[in-house]
């Protein structure tokens, strides 16, 4: 004799008090309808996007964090071989000063420039974060599209 199928059940059922914002273990030995199955299927969806949005935030941080520290490394070690070029040779007096007047204003340019990078950077960074990883679909959509890719 072939096996029964059993009625799908969930595996800790759960009911919502109302008011209490709260679901608790519940005790039944029916099958899950139809609806409680697209809850339970939309909850899993709606738990995956919440995990995936936490993997992309702590990425965007990571990253952001990263050009911020690749800024400053690049401005520092710039900086430092300027200053070396600056201060190699016995030069007259009137050219040290034009040359300390322009190395200035190289460095507040570089630090400009690279401030620039970097916020376009975050904020490219901000904007892909702040793409939703999950859209809700209706049950009707979804058994539409179903049909259509089942037809073809």
Do not use: C
């Not at 050009?67 to 401005?75: D, E, L, P, Q």
């Not at 007096?93 to 420039?113: G, K, P």
């Not at 974060?129 to 049950?139: K, L």
């Amino acid at each position: 004799m072939p096996p029964t199928k059993q009625p799908q059940t969930a595996i800790v059922p759960t009911r919502f008090i109302p008011g209490s914002g709260t679901i608790v273990p519940t005790n039944r030995n029916y099958p899950l309808l139809r609806s409680e199955r697209r809850d339970a299927i939309e909850t899993r969806h709606q738990l995956q996007s919440i995990e995936q949005e936490r993997i992309k935030a702590i990425k965007a941080q990571q990253a952001i964090a990263d050009i911020s520290h690749s800024r400053f490394a690049t401005f520092t070690q710039t900086a430092e071989q300027m200053w070396a070029l600056k201060e190699t040779g016995n030069r007259p007096a009137e050219l040290q000063q034009y040359i300390d007047h322009v190395f200035t204003q190289t460095a507040q340019r570089l630090d400009t420039y690279l401030e620039t990078v970097t916020d376009m950077g975050a904020s490219q960074i901000i904007r892909v974060q702040e793409t939703p990883t999950y859209s809700p679909t209706s049950w009707k959509q979804r058994r539409f599209f179903k049909n259509r890719l089942d037809d073809e």
